[in-house]
Nanobody
Framework: VQLQASGGGLVQAGGSLRLSCTTS????????MGWFRQAPRKEREFVAA????????YYSDSVKGRFTISRDNAKNTLYLQMNTLKSDDTAVYYC???????????????????WGKGTQVTVSS
């Protein structure tokens, strides 16, 4: 399974970006998907997760109300719409996929089997 995140860039605080994650899987709808991010000198942290058909959506408290995760199974693509960006959102953003959460925890990176290379998001204040 190959994942490729794109859409990152430099944006001013208060601005918006939409990240995309394309996959090579034949049955994209069989995978639960998630977004994680890692800022310099910090551990990778959970951002958002979405179930197989777009149900069961979860967000970290830090992005709830500002970010929206979605998926288009017909296009094998995962999205993350990021609004009202803050400098604290600066990080490399990774998309991840798994058929089943290994420990039942959508917010743990170890529960995801496949990872993309990430896309840099930089928010200037």
């Amino acid at each position: 399974v190959q994942l490729q995140a794109s859409g990152g860039g430099l944006v001013q605080a208060g601005g918006s970006l939409r990240l995309s994650c394309t996959t090579s899987v034949r049955t994209f709808s069989s995978y639960r998907m998630g977004w994680f991010r890692q800022a310099p000198r910090k551990e990778r942290e959970f951002v958002a997760a979405i179930g197989w058909s777009g149900e069961n959506i979860y967000y970290s408290d830090s992005v709830k109300g500002r970010f929206t995760i979605s998926r288009d199974n017909a296009k094998n693509t995962l999205y993350l719409q990021m609004n009202t960006l803050k400098s604290d959102d600066t990080a490399v953003y990774y998309c991840a996929a798994t058929e089943f959460y290994r420990t039942g925890s959508f917010y743990l990176s170890k529960d995801y089997s496949y990872w993309g290379k990430g896309t840099q998001v930089t928010v200037s204040s």
